[in-house]
């Protein structure tokens, strides 16, 4: 079958790789149907060192069931399944607390044997306890908003619940990538009362305002602090979504939570140490957050999806073939893409 | 009256200084009969830039109402009454959150003109929010233990909340100083099923487990990551209590956290940056904690000690009158002390 590689930063190739087969009782053969790049993925597209074996990718994506294993009881042959960006049992005591990444014999996509989501199909591991089924067809028109529940809609939704949104929050919402647009969704489904979105791509705030974001600041750093703490009566929000990674990021959301509130981070840190001082220990903010289990909130989160409350799906602005996927990555870098859906 | 200030590292003074007189309609003026040298004392004791102008000591004290400004209603003259470590109206919208120490019109003892609580008296500045009545004589044995409700046991609470402790789980302690082990008894009391107490000072620590801990790591470090780790099946703890405040305690809470967990700061950061990066990230681990609320908490705690199901007051073991209070704190810095009780 044909997969994406990155050999390197900026060097993307869609290639042939073994077809998947069956390994492990527990397994699935999944057909890809929907895929999509990642904004995580551009931190390699970016920064990644020359690798002579390359690196599959992907870790988004919905399919149709192939094969399964003989212990596999849950999904079967033709259904229709979108899967979390990291495989879990489902069954441990991680996953039972709702940690499904930390799922004891859990993993993630294209490492250790395991394809990535970027190609016509995959091994998927741990067939029940990954993969969930959609109760629409391959070629439903909601496909590109189901798809988000692999990853940009939990991972917007875990820094919802991580920073404690309520009914009635003020919510602060840093980065305007399709996870902060997710968060912006996430922040209203969940009542927040105001939702200050800070990006500066107007489209994409735009979206950000279509989503429920009830201000918008354009600003950076200190200037960014100083207008959403003047937007909020001096006191900043209750719940900061960090949704980009970036340490300056991170110092942002510490300038604009309000004593007693939390970050919830969710952007990946491209840094080791970050301020945790007096400031913050004075006025009680709490940091939270981390790699989203988005096992645990795809039922969730789908009702409102096919019931057509929320779409997030519109955070794709770019479709390719497999054969577009290196200008798809090269779209992203550039910000001419927000979100680029794949069709293998 | 005498009270104590502090000129320089190492040089604590008991001197004459002006009365305290009722200055606005809120204010109180409380006798002072029991105060205390507090763990966090000791960082200007040992740090301290030499200031002629001295800064007056003390935050946590029990005493007698004398005197009250007229627009005082909930105590009154004659009443015994035990101080948060910060006031607060108890009435603004932070307060009403519980989180009494960013109240709008609150402040710290000892600062801006108002007395500090190592001292013959003082004035109380929001009388009616900060003050809370004790319904024992003011000479009652359990003065120890209720002294305890103006920082350590509320601190320990605060860090036993922070860490999301509850039934059932698996608790570290990191210090065996006062607040550490009122970490101890705090835990216990939320129904912790495991407590690993880290500490080194053999009588702290046999009183640590008098009060709760079920285990006792005498290791520091990456040792004592280790031997958490062993005692936890190789998991770490849920809820984690720093209780030091040097970044090396909290390196190894970090290190001991178990994926989902979190970590309770309450020792006051030493520190301005801390590691934050793909670790805690991965494992979702929460950082929290900070400044404790002590008047959110005190109503909460006191029927335990007056009921006689925890004795926080262990926690004292030496005894001095104002004259003494210099040689409180080179016992305390010098670890001869745990924790010294004044009595005026």
């Known amino acids: 079958m044909r997969a994406t590689v990155m050999y390197g930063a900026g ?13 492990e009782p527990t397994d699935a053969i999944v057909r890809i149907t929907r895929s999509c790049i990642c904004g995580s993925d551009l931190w390699p597209y970016k920064h990644m060192k020359p690798d002579p074996h390359g690196r599959r990718m992907g870790h988004e994506f919905i ?5 399964t294993g003989s212990d596999v009881h849950r999904v079967s042959r033709g259904d229709v399944v979108v899967a979390p960006f990291m495989y879990c049992d489902n069954t441990c005591d991680f996953c039972k607390e709702g940690l499904h990444t930390s799922c004891r014999r859990g993993g993630a996509w294209g490492m250790d044997g395991v394809d990535g989501g970027q190609g016509e199909a995959v091994r998927s591991p741990l067939a029940d306890g990954t993969l969930v089924t959609l109760p629409v067809a391959a070629d439903d028109p909601l496909m590109p908003s189901l798809l988000t529940l692999s990853d940009v809609l939990c991972t917007g939704h875990h820094a919802v619940v991580t920073s404690r949104v309520e009914k009635g929050s003020t919510v602060a919402v ?7 647009l997710c968060g912006v969704l996430a922040a209203r489904r969940a009542g927040a009362e105001r939702i200050l979105l800070l990006g500066h791509h107007r489209e994409r705030t735009d979206l950000g305002r279509a989503f429920g974001a009830t201000d ?3 600003e950076r750093g200190d200037e960014a602090v100083a207008h959403v703490r003047e937007l909020t009566g001096g006191d900043g929000a ?3 979504l960090e949704c980009v990674g970036l340490v300056e990021a991170y110092r942002t959301a510490l300038g604009i939570t309000r004593p007693g509130g939390a ?7 491209q840094y080791e140490t970050a301020p945790l001082g007096r400031d913050v220990f004075r006025n009680n903010i709490t940091v939270s957050g981390g790699v989203a289990p988005a096992r645990a909130y795809i039922e969730e989160l789908m009702p409102d999806i096919l019931e057509g409350r929320i779409e997030p799906g519109r955070v794709f602005d770019m479709t390719v073939d497999l ?7 090269r779209a992203m ?11 293998p």
């Not at 060097?11 to 390994?23: A, G, K, S």
């Not at 840093?174 to 902060?180: Q, S, T």
């Open 11 to 23: 060097d993307v190739r869609v290639e042939q790789v073994p077809d998947p087969v069956l390994i």
């Open 63 to 67: 399919g149709v069931v192939e094969e």
């Open 174 to 180: 840093i980065g305007d990538g399709a996870v902060g």
């Open 216 to 218: 918008v600041v354009v």
């Open 238 to 240: 209750h719940s900061v």
């Open 263 to 269: 970050v919830g981070r969710v952007g990946v840190p």
């Open 323 to 329: 054969d577009g996927v290196p200008q798809g990555y």
């Open 333 to 343: 870098n550039e910000r001419r893409a927000l979100k680029v859906l794949i069709t």
